[in-house]
């Protein structure tokens, strides 16, 4: 069964950096694009980035740009968001998604997810 697995969240304050993980099951992660989505009570659901396997590729929110970076383990099978100058917007529920394609599509109705990590930035 295709699983994602993220880790990593954490209560941090503003202009720390934190790492989230996210680790793949039932699926080689190399061979598809992957997407982290967050999502705060009350706000849509955003999309933060994609990695694509197509042409090695990486995609940033407007909103993240300069401060997150993505990156993958192949043989841990596991990708990563790495976030700096972390802000009390950037605070929600962090998903990885696919859809098992390798190009980045523009749809954000994703085939699958994890149960998400909690990020809170806080003084």
């Known amino acids: 069964q295709i699983q994602l697995v993220e880790s990593g969240g954490d209560l941090v304050q503003p202009g720390e950096s934190l790492t989230l993980s996210c680790t793949a099951s039932?699926?080689?992660?190399?061979?598809?694009?992957i997407y982290w989505f967050r999502q705060a009570p009350g706000k849509e659901r955003e999309r933060v980035s994609c990695m694509s396997v197509l042409d090695g590729t990486t995609e940033l929110a407007d909103s993240v740009k300069g401060r997150f970076s993505v990156s993958r383990d192949s043989a841990k099978n596991t990708m990563y968001l790495q976030m700096s100058g972390l802000m009390p917007e950037d605070t929600g529920v962090y998903y990885c998604?696919?859809?098992?394609?390798?190009?980045?599509?523009?749809?954000?109705?994703?085939?699958?997810w994890g149960e998400g990590t909690l990020v809170t930035v806080s003084a």
């Open positions: 998604e696919t859809d098992l394609v390798r190009r980045c599509i523009r749809s954000d109705n994703l085939a699958y």
């Open positions: 039932g699926f080689t992660a190399d061979h598809s694009a």
